[in-house]
């Protein structure tokens, strides 16, 4: 218990540099694919500690590592953030990061580059106490995950040499601790019409009637989607509507809707796709085109990694070893027991475990009701607290044998 008291110690000593950092970051807008700024930010930040190892890779994710030990363990947080929306709904600039409350506020507090903040205050906690001798500890400060979440981790994972047994995201969980959350993808069913003069539209075959009466059966088909009990129910929703036609006054000659699809447990690429395929049937046609869309956007380096829109649904169970040291940790370092929960929006956890089987858990400061509104703010106890529990998980897992 005395290293867990000195643990949470050396994070008060910290707090105000954890203070600092979170609010250098957040003057910096960084929105997907415009990181470099924040990217190299961190990037001296960690310098400044001393890390072992420290650079941008060429999507420009920002790595960190301290140890060379063969046990291999990663701490995430994307850096960037959404845009701030209408600013008249914001009571302050979103990039002044002011203090107000005992919280910080501003665009990316809790979304999360006060998660990168507590990361790197564990970091000076671990070579303080030299918790990393074991260890191969890596804190990376991920890009583009607003816009394609796991794409980061797709590419450290396929291109790098990291390959950690364990990942803590270290997205906002209100300083819970959760093992998981619902897979999404993106789809866009399609149909052709017929083009004619609007003034006798039965000549045609007007492609936004076929694409409603689809609509209608994906409405139907929500109904019915897969409930798993700690993830909670599967989930379809038509969330835009296009169409193509010669002018106003002539019936459309094609139409296409896209589909936002949250997956539960059980629920895979495979099985959402036949599934719309089975709603087009009902709909009177079969001949419908269903695709998975994909992302191939270029990062700020100009690299462009291309992946499908595909972002699977990862559990790790109550039961891993992971989560009870996480829960011991917690405990022992904070003083309660924690709350072992989910995300309700998805993370880089997908391409990590969802992809590549690796196991995650997460806990963050903030509280993931404020991320993407207006008036974002985190408590500053929350930063001191999660870099604390950061170095306690490390120490916790090293008394594994």
């Known amino acids: 218990m005395i290293m867990y008291k000195e643990i949470f110690a050396r994070a008060k000593h910290y707090e105000d540099t954890s203070t600092r950092f979170l609010m250098d970051m957040v003057k910096i807008p960084s929105f997907s694919t415009k990181e470099k700024e924040v990217a190299e930010c961190i990037l001296k930040e960690m310098q400044e500690i001393g890390m072992d190892d420290a650079y941008i890779d060429p999507l420009g994710n920002v790595i960190g590592r301290l140890g060379l030990g063969k046990k291999v363990i990663a701490f995430d947080a994307h850096i960037d953030t959404v845009y701030p929306g209408d600013l008249s709904l914001w009571d302050f600039d979103p990039?002044?990061?002011?203090?107000?409350?005992?919280?910080?506020?501003?665009?990316?507090?809790?979304?999360?580059?006060?998660?990168?903040?507590?990361m790197l205050t564990s970091a000076r906690i671990m070579k303080d106490l030299d918790l990393?001798?074991?260890?191969?500890?890596?804190?990376?400060?991920?890009?583009m995950e607003e816009d394609c979440d796991g794409l980061c981790w797709q590419y450290i994972l396929q291109e790098g040499e990291i390959k950690p047994e364990l990942v803590v995201i270290t997205e906002p969980t209100n300083l819970n601790i959760y093992r998981g959350h619902r897979g999404?993808?993106?789809?866009?069913?399609?149909?052709?019409?017929?083009?004619?003069?609007?003034?006798?539209?039965?000549?045609?075959d007007n492609a936004i009637y076929k694409i409603s009466r689809i609509a209608l059966e994906i409405e139907k088909l929500h109904q019915n989607l897969r409930y798993d009990d700690f993830l909670g129910k599967g989930s379809i929703c038509v969330t835009q509507v296009f169409f193509t036609g010669p002018s106003q006054c002539a019936v459309p000659d094609s139409a296409r809707i896209h589909l936002d699809r949250r997956l539960t447990f059980g629920e895979n690429k495979e099985s959402a796709v036949a599934e719309v395929q089975d709603a087009c049937k009902k709909a009177g046609y079969p001949d419908a085109t269903i695709e998975i869309l994909t992302y191939q956007?270029?990062?700020?380096?100009?690299?462009?990694?291309?992946?499908?829109?595909?972002y699977p649904t990862w559990v790790t169970p109550l039961d891993s070893v992971y989560v009870q040291n996480a829960a011991d940790a917690y405990t022992k370092t904070l003083g309660t027991k924690p709350l072992i929960d989910k995300w309700t929006f998805s993370t880089n956890g997908v391409?990590?475990?969802?992809?590549?089987?690796i196991p995650c858990i997460g806990l963050g400061p903030g509280n993931e009701i404020y991320a993407h509104a207006p008036n974002e703010a985190c408590p500053i106890e929350h930063l001191t607290k999660a870099a604390a529990f950061y170095a306690a998980l490390v120490?916790?897992?090293?008394?594994?044998k």
């Open 184 to 204: 999404r993808m993106e789809m866009e069913v399609s149909i052709k019409g017929l083009s004619c003069h609007g003034s006798a539209p039965e000549r045609g």
């Open 351 to 357: 391409s990590i475990a969802g992809m590549k089987g």
């Open 297 to 310: 956007e270029a990062a700020y380096t100009g690299f462009v990694y291309p992946t499908e829109k595909y």
């Open 395 to 400: 120490y916790r897992l090293s008394q594994e």
């Open 132 to 143: 990393a001798k074991e260890f191969s500890i890596y804190f990376t400060g991920t890009v």
């Open 95 to 118: 990039f002044a990061a002011h203090i107000k409350d005992g919280k910080i506020w501003g665009r990316g507090t809790v979304d999360q580059k006060s998660g990168m903040a507590s």
